[in-house]
């Protein structure tokens, strides 16, 4: 019940294409569903996150889409360029700091 | 600092020898977070401390690991007997406090057990 899971496992996207991220959860308590974007080496680095009330939020080229009934979320990255290419985690967490993250989402984005 | 900070970025260790990794959380931000990420996996909790104190620790693997945050800023991980399990990248993060959730990463400290 405090999986989160993600898929696919890994993308490859033309650039200028549309790169979708999929993420399902179990536990009806989380109440944040973060983005994170992690480079080679880096951390993992927050790129957008939506609470339940709404369904959809975007920020430029990034947009989550939230579906409660469902107990899904997934990213959608527009325009996809090469400088996306990344490791992608969903993250759900029931309003404290105990982050439930999914397994991950490399995407490779050809120029 | 303008981000957290973790340092050795890499450690390798033998098999029982005893490690410790430090974390520089981002200033003034009162709540700090270990995880762990594994090869090809996402990070996972291992603690918390609000202040000085650790207010969740349930994510820790077993006895052998500890951490510390003495004066409310700097944490140090400590691992004792080392295993090859252990391999893993450490991650730390911060946020200002513990209603605000959202969490901050750093570069993470890459411990290899021989």
């Known amino acids: 019940q405090q999986q989160v899971k993600q898929s696919p496992q890994s993308l490859i996207v033309q650039k200028g294409g549309i790169s979708i991220i999929n993420c399902a959860y179990e536990n009806t308590a989380f109440d944040y569903f973060p983005w994170y974007q992690q480079f080679p080496g880096k951390g993992p680095a927050l790129l957008i996150a939506?609470?339940?009330?709404?369904s959809e939020k975007k920020e430029g080229r990034f947009t989550i889409s939230f579906n409660k009934s469902a107990k899904q979320f997934s990213l959608h990255i527009m325009d996809s360029q090469p400088g996306d290419s990344a490791t992608y985690f969903c993250a759900a967490t029931p309003g404290t700091y105990k982050y439930i993250f999914g397994t991950g989402t490399r995407l490779k984005v050809l120029a | 600092g303008a981000g957290v900070s973790q340092t050795p970025s890499n450690k390798v260790t033998e098999k029982g020898k005893y490690v410790e990794l430090r974390c520089d959380p981002i200033s003034g931000h009162t709540a700090l977070y270990w995880y762990r990420q594994s090869l090809g996996q996402g990070p996972e909790f291992l603690i918390y401390?609000?202040?000085?104190?650790?207010?969740?620790d349930s994510g820790l693997p077993n006895d052998r690991f500890f951490a510390v945050r003495p004066e409310g800023s700097v944490s140090t991980l400590k691992i004792q007997r080392t295993e090859r399990g252990d391999s893993a990248v450490y991650l730390c993060?911060?946020?200002?406090?513990?209603?605000?959730?959202?969490?901050?990463f750093g570069a993470g400290s890459r411990l290899t057990v021989l």
């Open positions: 939506i609470r339940p009330d709404v």
């Open positions: 993060a911060s946020s200002p406090n513990r209603d605000n959730n959202v969490l901050t």
């Open positions: 401390f609000q202040g000085t104190g650790a207010a969740d």
